[in-house]
Nanobody, 115 residues
Framework: VQLVESGGGLVQAGGGLRLSCEVS????????IGWYRQAPGKQRELVAD???????NYVDSVKGRFTISRDNAKNTVYLQMNSLKPEDTAVYYC??????????WGQGTQVTVSS
């Protein structure tokens, strides 16, 4: 199973980025797929995910600014991030929770928001 993220980078506060995560090698039902982030010196936190049944879930700090979506034909999940703030700076990781609740992770992509 491979999760490959792309789309990170450096952006000014108020700007936007779209992260992509392409999944390969997994053909079973997923319990969830989504995005986590980890800032220096902080614990990794869930940013947003899509759960079985297609319900979406967001951490309060990104509600109204970030949107998670998926394209099943492309085996890809996206995170559209708007109105970025310096506190959004982190490494963003794609996560898949498999049918047996095993976790799969991408390698991470850096997002840096300058003030």
């Amino acid at each position: 199973v491979q999760l490959v993220e792309s789309g990170g980078g450096l952006v000014q506060a108020g700007g936007g980025l779209r992260l992509s995560c392409e999944v390969s090698g997994y053909t079973f039902r997923m319990n969830a797929i989504g995005w986590y982030r980890q800032a220096p010196g902080k614990q990794r936190e869930l940013v947003a995910d899509i759960r079985r049944g297609d319900s979406t879930n967001y951490v309060d700090s990104v509600k109204g600014r970030f949107t998670i979506s998926r394209d099943n034909a492309k085996n890809t999940v996206y995170l559209q991030m708007n109105s970025l703030k310096p506190e959004d700076t982190a490494v963003y990781y794609c996560n898949l929770v498999g049918w047996d609740y095993q976790n799969y992770w991408g390698q991470g992509t850096q997002v840096t928001v300058s003030s």
